[in-house]
């Protein structure tokens, strides 16, 4: 740990990856992308999001070639190179390629792992003074397993029979002492780190953390690309879930499904993917102008699933902007602008109500959304998962997807001017709902702070 506080980690990116055939003969494993972004890169980012600074690579395998693309400072992080010389003959030499670089604890990972960061940060607020902490998962699976009792290691291999066995996640928090353990290893013939963790746990000096329910995943095949590709477009989704029930049972997995497919065309970008759901959007405006009522209101559910996807194609990438916050006006500008476009062309045979309706729909439409956005601003949380009565009321509160289907139907029936009432009544009852029960929570927030100091 450097003075700040700050972990350092240590990289195994020497091997081949010879289980990935041709992928890996022009190019070393860590360099392969896995959507959009290349592995290596991936997992630099993840390290620094858990506060890491300092990295070394150890590098065997077409090292100048790593060297070359990540470089020494890939993501602001300040990267060093250790070459491997013993590299072929297994992970254990890469490791001892680090041996006398770290005076502290550091963590110590592979190069071929997709994860949540939150896995590194678990490891790195681990208090424990053994050797080699390992981070597992607790279930049971053809993988290197490691046989724990009380949170000792005993075993580790893949052939274990035993019940109480948990996954090796092949995330470690070292003490420089992993290369005392190391070094008896190699003495002893061995060539993977396995063993060394092994001769660590005969010595009673590792430790467990749990880290079940976190996102990670071992790459070893082509198979595993795919598998990782489609993890991560389902762990793509902002951490609250999609909102409506339309959102999180209909687009939530057609855009997965859609995201595992063009997370690796990198033609494809977040902000292109901005500009095409707002060109659509205010096409859709005109066809509901233009009376096109059929065909715009089967495009606003395509609008809603492009809307989805640039964001999750950011955040798989790591492409999150403070400008991608400017997405959100925009979206609410259209979506104002499909109600006002719908009502004038009705006004043209209706009167003035079609108009009426729409600007009540638009008045409590802007009064919940600025409720609800002055409430997490104060709370520092979402209104919608605040407490029970919000989690479920989100799927049915008035969104565009719900005003969408009120849309479709009418114009199915031949009532759009049903749809405006629907969603006047919908927005109205949103408003009143989220109005109430911000005011409940926030006065609740209050009268906690005021009793909290009166007992001081």
């Known amino acids: 740990m450097t003075e700040d506080g700050h972990v350092k980690a240590l990289i195994l990116a020497a091997g081949q990856g010879s289980r990935l055939g041709n992928l890996t003969r022009l190019k070393p494993k860590g360099l392969l992308r896995v959507a959009g972004n290349l592995l290596l890169g991936r997992i630099l980012r993840g390290l620094k999001k858990a506060g890491v600074q300092e990295i070394w690579v150890v590098v065997g395998y077409k090292a100048d070639m790593i060297r070359e693309q990540i470089g020494e400072n890939y993501a602001g992080l300040n990267i060093q190179f250790i070459e491997a010389k013993r590299w072929k003959k297994g992970n254990l030499y890469s490791l001892l390629a680090a041996q006398g670089i770290f005076h502290e604890n550091f963590l110590l990972c592979m190069c071929d792992h997709i994860f949540d960061h939150e896995i590194p940060n678990t490891l790195i607020n681990n208090k424990s003074e053994k050797a080699l902490v390992l981070a597992i998962e607790r279930v049971a699976e053809e993988d290197t397993k490691v046989l724990e009792r009380k949170g ?52 009673w000096d590792t430790q467990v953390v749990d880290v079940s329910g976190h996102l990670w995943m071992d790459i070893d095949t082509r198979q595993d690309l795919a598998r990782a590709r489609r993890l991560l477009a389902e762990h793509s989704q902002k951490k609250r879930g999609a909102s409506d029930f339309f959102a999180h049972y209909i687009n939530r997995p057609v855009e997965n499904a859609v995201l595992y497919r063009i997370s690796d065309w990198m033609f494809i ?23 096109h009522l059929a065909l715009a209101s089967i495009l606003t559910f395509i609008v809603g699933i492009l809307d989805g996807l640039d964001g999750k194609l950011a955040r798989i990438r790591g492409q999150e902007t403070k400008l991608g916050r400017m997405e959100h006006p925009f979206d609410m500008l259209y979506e104002f602008s499909w109600l006002v476009a719908l009502a004038l062309f009705l006004s043209r045979t209706q009167g ?105």
């Open 352 to 456: 003035l109500l079609p108009l009426e309706l729409c600007i009540f729909s638009l008045v409590f439409v802007a009064f919940y959304r600025f409720c609800y956005d002055q409430f997490s601003r104060t709370m520092k949380v979402s209104l919608d998962i605040y407490g029970p009565f919000e989690r479920t009321f989100r799927r049915i509160a008035g969104r565009r997807n719900i005003y969408n289907i009120y849309i479709f139907f009418g114009v199915l029936f031949d009532v759009p001017l049903f749809s405006l009432y629907a969603i006047t009544f919908h927005s109205a009852l949103t408003a009143a709902v989220y109005a109430y029960r911000a005011s409940v929570h926030m006065h609740d927030s209050d009268r906690k702070s005021r009793s909290e100091k009166s007992a001081r």
């Open 152 to 203: 000792k290691i005993f075993d580790i291999g893949k052939k274990i029979n035993q019940s109480n066995v948990a996954i090796d996640t092949g995330f470690f928090l070292c003490s420089p002492e992993i290369f005392e353990y190391a070094k008896e290893a190699a003495k002893q013939g061995a060539v993977e780190l396995a063993d060394c963790v092994r001769i660590a746990a005969q010595n």
């Open 269 to 291: 970008t977040p902000n292109r993917l901005t500009i095409a759901t707002n060109v659509l959007a205010w096409f859709v405006t005109y066809l509901f102008f233009s009376g």
